[in-house]
């Protein structure tokens, strides 16, 4: 366990990537939103509420990825 403290792959693939990777999914969907509010002239509940369907449907489908990525033994 102390090795991996000091092994910096471990870092990248369980620290760093994870943290990177949702950033920029949240950064994307705070775009779209913004997108869609300003360029549509819709309102802001509007554009949550597309936004938060956008977000759900990539949450169910991550989900299920992960499921199969898991069941399947490729881990």
Same mark, same amino acid.
């Given at each position: &366990?102390?090795?991996?403290?000091? @092994?910096? +792959?471990?870092?990248?693939?369980?620290?760093?990537?994870?943290?990177?990777? =949702?950033?920029?999914?949240?950064?994307?969907?705070?775009?779209?939103?913004? =997108?869609?509010? &300003?360029?549509? @002239? +819709?309102?802001?509940?509007?554009?949550?509420?597309?936004?938060?369907?956008?977000?759900?449907?990539?949450?169910?489908?991550? +989900?299920?990825?992960?499921?199969?990525?898991?069941?399947?033994?490729?881990?």
């Amino acid at each position: &366990m102390v090795s991996a403290v000091y @092994n910096i +792959s471990v870092w990248r693939m369980y620290i760093v990537a994870p943290l990177t990777e =949702e950033l920029v999914f949240r950064a994307s969907h705070l775009k779209h939103s913004l =997108e869609f509010y &300003m360029q549509q @002239n +819709s309102s802001l509940l509007k554009a949550s509420m597309v936004v938060g369907f956008q977000l759900g449907y990539t949450v169910i489908f991550g +989900s299920y990825a992960s499921f199969l990525f898991v069941r399947t033994g490729w881990s």
